[in-house]
């Protein structure tokens, strides 16, 4: 269950077993569209691929910065270190606006 399979940067998301597929335009696709969940791989910035957590991240939080794009909060349910990212424009937005009904 915990495998995190790589194919070209195609994945399989651990948490709802949602096959993602690679995007040339957004980059930044590390999170799974459909339940947001992410992994913990990164240290200090986006795609820096330092941590050695490897554990699920969960979408936590997601704002709007002006002129600039919907940010993700991922938050790991192990360590508890909190990553921003971008949202792609696949991504689920129902879950968007339940994460904004809980938390304003
Ligand atoms: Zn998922
Ligand atoms: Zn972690």
Redesign the pocket.
């Known amino acids: 269950m915990w495998n995190f399979i790589m194919i070209n940067e195609n994945f399989k998301c651990e948490k709802c077993n949602f096959s993602v597929k690679k995007d040339d335009l957004w980059w930044v696709r590390n999170h799974c569209p459909n339940c947001l969940f992410s992994k913990?791989l990164d240290e200090n910035f986006p795609w820096d691929r330092l941590?050695k957590?490897?554990?699920l991240?969960e979408a936590i939080w997601i704002d709007f910065k002006k002129n600039k794009w919907f940010m993700i909060k991922h938050k790991?349910?192990?360590?508890?270190?909190e990553i921003l990212n971008k949202l792609a424009k696949d991504d689920n937005m129902d879950i968007y606006n339940n994460l904004n009904k809980k938390n304003f």
């Open positions: 913990h941590s957590c490897f554990w991240m790991c349910l192990k360590c508890e270190k």
